[in-house]
């Protein structure tokens, strides 16, 4: 059924204001501009991607003899999407920095020179992947399987993007490793900035609320828990009162750490040494040194008389 | 293939005894009663906003000398649609309050006016959302684009949500606000109600575990990170010991203001006072004056002997 | 558009190091295995559950005339499809466990009889629900109505699939529970593993980022708040070194107890008593009597100079 007649006479008035407003702003629109990249064809690669490099688990039944058919196909289907997509995040970040060099760079060129080095980079990425999933069966005792961490884990399925998204952003592709480490982001609430520098063997267990910072460096064999927060300490600004970009914001965290639920480490200075344990909820800004154990106190624990008990 | 012969020989048994459960409940059951607003087509209404609100970040390839066309087109289908769904949540809250009014009040006329109303309030939110980019851009080094911020950023896709639902709460619809927030909790792990009150300038950085209560009031300028609660210290009880409803709950944030991660504010009466800062996990339920900077002790250290540092 | 000539080239020769990076992994690769339970198919099968214990709100439009036709025809379909995918479910867990019993143990008859039994025990989950469903409504002065909450509530979208996926896993179905609850999870950023016990009249109010492990035992009437982990404290090894599973390693909350946002409690031995309130971020790691209201204390406050206010 319709807008009834009194709402469809004013539409036309309606269209106009809204037209109106679309010509006044810039920032929110993308008006007789290059193609953005294709969100939506971004997160299809990236599921690809993750059947492509944990074969059998995604699409079923594979065998050993035909197995070049399967990932044959799927890189070839691959390949083709993910160069589009990198050409067009190439164009859109030179229209950005208004360098205009469009024409005189090259950038087909290089999206697929960058293309084929992201799939030669597959196999060191599957390494990484072996020992993350065996640090999580490790990790947590309620871990059944291999299959339940790839199939069910929140913390296997970020990390598995974040090796994806971060080898991309490490070839020099704007945007894409940011369009997907926000799906995973939004699929898990586990928040890695694709920039992020992470070791073997890393485990994040239930991980709702993890946020690792865009400098963030941390070594092997380091364990986080949920709500655990890696961030920046404060933003410099230029002469101008401009934040600086591109600098190291964010801490450092050394092998074998372990850091427990809800704490906070923040600075770029910031460096947790090796073997240390941090405990939940603590919040840190200065560097600890190795084999340091920060806990915070218990809380004094008031007592109430018998049937307040429900009063906040 | 089907249920082999035992399992299915079972079946009107077990029928049989959840069609007896279904007539003995009354509150989880929806049955012979008035329709109920259609979930998916509210979000794919709020889907279309978003695309209308911010035209070429969704659909691309837009023109000025034709936006009129994009524009006119998308306005003209969610106007139908969106009339339809307000009816509906008219008609619930009617029946929900037993008013049972609906004969009497014309409440598809209600529905026309409010949707009108609101399409002519779409270029106020657009201004703000102008302003909203902006401030994600100067709060966050790691933003390299406009683009980025309003594709990836999940705190730009919650407060752009918000500035929607909440003008659709203030416009007297029930139920739609609710059911488009939760959509993009799910999606976002941010949780704001429709209710609160959000002044210019917000900006979320990660989000993941922010809850904005429904009474909350927010100034200008003002910077959330992951985690922050701005809720209620209690619920006051009526003499039958029903919960009071519809009375302010939740805190006042005054302008330009910056709450650090994990940090709850909470109380009808708290207000932070404008320029101030609230650090990292503190915890506050009285108010805060201006200028002024909270931040929680640093926690105590306790050293371990070598070795040691991977007990918990 | 296909990949340009260049790239094309070396397609063979990238494909030919991910296969061989195939043969060389184990853990991340499933081929020439028995079938692993499809995550889709689970999930739809979930989701065709809640509209079957939420009838009316999910589909509508039904009566009380007819009730039989909307159960009947949702039993049948849904006895196929979760008796097939149990019976995968119980085949993955033979060979994970190296039994390879599947040929002496008639797995096809234990999932019709799994599958009978747990359509058997859905009014006693209905039951459940129709008292959670209260309980939201009692504990949040924001709820506008039951719809509100079943069509809206994270905490009681959580809770209907804990309740259904807690019920498998009581009837021995491996991996399908798990699937399901981090389903939830990822909508809901709640996260509670299905093996958690959880007494009667149970509400999570916003939920993002709560965690509530295996092995937790919940009373009844008792009230959650968002970033609330009910977790272990450490992992006992045996004399191998590796992680002792199955046993209990979280804490115990008794009737009646409310826990604020972000409170962390950890330890198989600690139990909270009943009619106890945990105060917002607070850390708990040993038992706490009845009665007992435990708060953190309210944070030193430093003062800046006016100015200085957004110094972080």
């Known amino acids: 059924m319709g807008a009834a007649g009194e709402l469809q006479r004013q539409i036309p008035e309606l269209v106009k204001g ?91 060129a290089e999206a697929e020179q960058i293309t084929a080095e992201f799939f030669r980079r597959i196999p060191a990425i599957r390494a990484l992947l072996e020992k993350d999933v065996q640090a999580a069966y490790d990790g947590d005792p309620a871990a059944k399987s291999f299959a339940e961490i790839i199939l069910c884990y929140p913390g296997f399925e970020a990390i598995t993007a974040h090796r994806i998204a971060h080898e991309l952003l490490v070839l020099g592709v704007p945007l894409l490793p940011r369009i997907m480490s926000e799906y995973i982001h939004h699929r898990t609430g586990i928040d890695i900035h694709p920039g992020a520098k992470i070791g073997e063997s890393f485990f994040i267990d239930h991980g709702t609320g993890v946020v690792i910072g865009e400098t963030t460096v941390i070594g092997n064999n380091v364990k986080i828990y949920q709500g655990v927060t890696l961030g920046a300490l404060s933003f410099p600004k230029d002469a101008n009162g401009q934040i600086i970009r591109d600098r190291k914001r964010h801490p450092t965290i050394e092998d074998n750490v372990t850091i427990y639920a809800n704490a906070t480490i923040l600075g770029a200075d910031t460096v947790i040494g090796h073997d240390s344990v941090i405990g939940g909820n603590v919040w840190i800004t200065e560097s600890v040194p190795p084999y340091t154990k920060v806990m915070i106190e218990p809380p004094q624990q008031r007592f109430l008389q018998k049937g307040e008990g429900k009063r906040p």
Chains 1, 2, 3 share one sequence.
Do not use: M, W
Request: net charge neutral; charged share 25%.
């Open 18 to 108: 809204i037209v109106g407003s679309v010509r006044q702003t810039q920032k929110i629109n993308h008006i007789e501009k290059h193609d953005l990249p294709n969100r939506e064809a971004t997160l299809e690669i990236l599921r690809d991607l993750q059947s492509l490099i944990l074969p059998g688990y995604v699409r079923q039944r594979l065998y050993h003899s035909t197995i070049e058919f399967f990932v044959g196909d799927l890189v070839e289907s691959l390949a083709v999407r993910l160069n589009d997509e990198i050409a067009r995040a190439l164009v859109h970040e030179d229209c950005t920095r208004c360098n205009q060099t469009a024409a005189t760079r090259n950038l087909r």
